[in-house]
């Protein structure tokens, strides 16, 4: 696996496979990589000649009082995962690669309505953090399919309608939720959990599974809902939103609807926030 960290280089190589009539499968990533994001990477293996994953922190969709700093920087051990995983590119830029003029200088992406609830509502202006910098990725790696995790349901809504409404030449992919044998969603702040927190942290997806299984016998929404956060609160979480949604966009179903729904989860357990949804089969 090739790594490089400047644009000309990413597109140098990929200018070489387009002559080839290679197509090109683009998983962009945080790094601090688990089994979650290797899974990814073999999809897009699958899907496409080549593949190319990124990592970098991107500082524009942290807030101001979160984990930007302490988010965990493993390169080494990431690049040995996703050459495992059948990576052929590591495109690993700094910030002034993606940001020449700085984060607070860039010119930044807002995609309405999708952004204004559930995480956007809670987490201020990390969504066009989040378009802004897929959106730059997209138009340097310049792939044919992108691949993201379900588990970020609502980034992937959003990046979906990014995509569609400037017209980007990019099929976006989504792949599902890779758990623990417990069920809890594999995430890179999974390791912040403490033993006792991460035994107590299962519950979030028991309680996605009783709001599924509630609605398809037909309890009232709210009810579910409220039930639900009621039930982790007992267990020591505190919930950012406890709720069910239509999974095409994220609006508020009507009462009687009981098909395309997912229930989605915002808490934190100690100092850890996790989130997670499950989609009504």
């Given at each position: 696996?090739?790594?490089?960290?400047?644009?000309?280089?990413?597109?140098?190589?990929?200018?070489?496979?387009?002559?080839?009539?290679?197509?090109?499968?683009?998983?962009?990533?945080?790094?601090?990589?688990?089994?979650?994001?290797?899974?990814?990477?073999?999809?897009?293996?699958?899907?496409?000649?080549?593949?190319?994953?990124?990592?970098?922190?991107?500082?524009?969709?942290?807030?101001?009082?979160?984990?930007?700093?302490?988010?965990?920087?493993?390169?080494?051990?990431?690049?040995?995962?996703?050459?495992?995983?059948?990576?052929?590119?590591?495109?690993?830029?700094?910030?002034?690669?993606?940001?020449?003029?700085?984060?607070?200088?860039?010119?930044?992406?807002?995609?309405?309505?999708?952004?204004?609830?559930?995480?956007?509502?809670?987490?201020?202006?990390?969504?066009?953090?989040?378009?802004?910098?897929?959106?730059?990725?997209?138009?340097?790696?310049?792939?044919?399919?992108?691949?993201?995790?379900?588990?970020?349901?609502?980034?992937?809504?959003?990046?979906?309608?990014?995509?569609?409404?400037?017209?980007?030449?990019?099929?976006?992919?989504g792949a599902p939720t890779?758990?623990?044998?417990?069920?809890?969603a594999l995430s890179s702040?999974?390791?912040?959990?403490?033993?006792?927190?991460?035994?107590?942290?299962?519950?979030?997806?028991?309680?996605?599974?009783?709001?599924?299984?509630?609605?398809?016998?037909?309890?009232?929404?709210?009810?579910?809902?409220?039930?639900?956060?009621?039930?982790?609160?007992?267990?020591?979480?505190?919930?950012?939103?406890?709720?069910?949604?239509?999974?095409?966009?994220?609006?508020?179903?009507?009462?009687?609807?009981?098909?395309?729904?997912?229930?989605?989860?915002?808490?934190?357990?100690?100092?850890t926030r996790l989130i997670?949804?499950?989609?009504?089969?």
């Amino acid at each position: 696996m090739q790594t490089v960290q400047d644009a000309a280089g990413l597109r140098a190589t990929i200018r070489g496979w387009r002559s080839q009539g290679h197509t090109i499968g683009f998983v962009p990533t945080m790094g601090n990589l688990h089994a979650g994001h290797h899974s990814l990477v073999k999809l897009a293996r699958a899907r496409t000649d080549r593949v190319v994953a990124s990592i970098f922190v991107n500082p524009t969709q942290f807030g101001p009082n979160e984990d930007f700093e302490r988010y965990p920087r493993t390169l080494t051990q990431d690049q040995a995962g996703l050459a495992e995983s059948g990576c052929d590119l590591l495109f690993a830029p700094d910030v002034t690669t993606l940001y020449p003029y700085g984060a607070a200088g860039s010119v930044s992406l807002h995609v309405p309505e999708i952004t204004d609830t559930l995480e956007g509502a809670h987490r201020p202006g990390h969504f066009d953090g989040v378009a802004t910098v897929v959106c730059k990725l997209f138009n340097l790696a310049q792939p044919d399919i992108a691949i993201f995790g379900q588990k970020d349901l609502q980034q992937l809504k959003v990046i979906e309608r990014m995509v569609r409404d400037l017209s980007l030449p990019v099929k976006v992919m989504g792949a599902p939720t890779q758990r623990a044998e417990d069920g809890l969603a594999l995430s890179s702040r999974n390791q912040y959990l403490s033993e006792t927190e991460r035994v107590e942290a299962a519950q979030i997806y028991q309680t996605l599974q009783q709001m599924r299984d509630l609605t398809a016998k037909g309890h009232a929404r709210k009810v579910v809902e409220q039930a639900a956060a009621s039930k982790l609160e007992r267990a020591g979480f505190v919930p950012d939103y406890v709720v069910i949604r239509r999974m095409d966009d994220l609006s508020e179903p009507a009462e009687n609807e009981r098909e395309g729904l997912v229930a989605l989860v915002a808490a934190r357990l100690g100092t850890t926030r996790l989130i997670d949804n499950l989609p009504f089969d």
